[in-house]
Nanobody, 124 residues
């Protein structure tokens, strides 16, 4: 089992920045591909970004390319999502997820463990 706890969400004005964190406990964090997803009100949960075990490989949804950066600190068992130039359409609950896989994963169903989510609200 892997337990994931997100933090860092909040209310920010358009153009602002937030850094989300996801603290992992349980099994060895560095064994898992990690991802961020988000779910806006009335919408399906969607992929945001994913990162490999080592942090050497990343992949982003088009919505976040150039604005979001996913990273991880395996020594601290923590995943991050730096979000810059935020837009009102980024408003959502953001979830981190862990996958016991060897390749980057963009599909929600491929992830094994999920956090409870953190709310991000971007005002215009």
């Amino acid at each position: 089992q892997v337990q994931l706890v997100e933090s860092g969400g909040g209310l920010v004005q358009a153009g602002g920045s937030l850094r989300l964190s996801c603290a992992a406990s349980g099994r060895t964090f560095s064994n898992y591909v990690m991802g961020w997803f988000r779910q806006a009100p009335g919408k399906e949960r969607e992929f945001v970004a994913t990162i490999s075990w080592s942090g050497g490989s990343t992949y982003y949804a088009d919505s976040g390319k150039g604005r979001f950066t996913i990273s991880r600190d395996n020594a601290k068992n923590t995943l991050y999502l730096q979000m810059n130039s935020l837009k009102p359409e980024d408003t959502a609950v953001y979830y981190c997820a862990a996958a016991n896989r060897v390749v980057l994963i963009i599909t929600e169903g491929e992830y094994d463990y999920w956090g409870q989510g953190t709310q991000v609200t971007v005002s215009s």
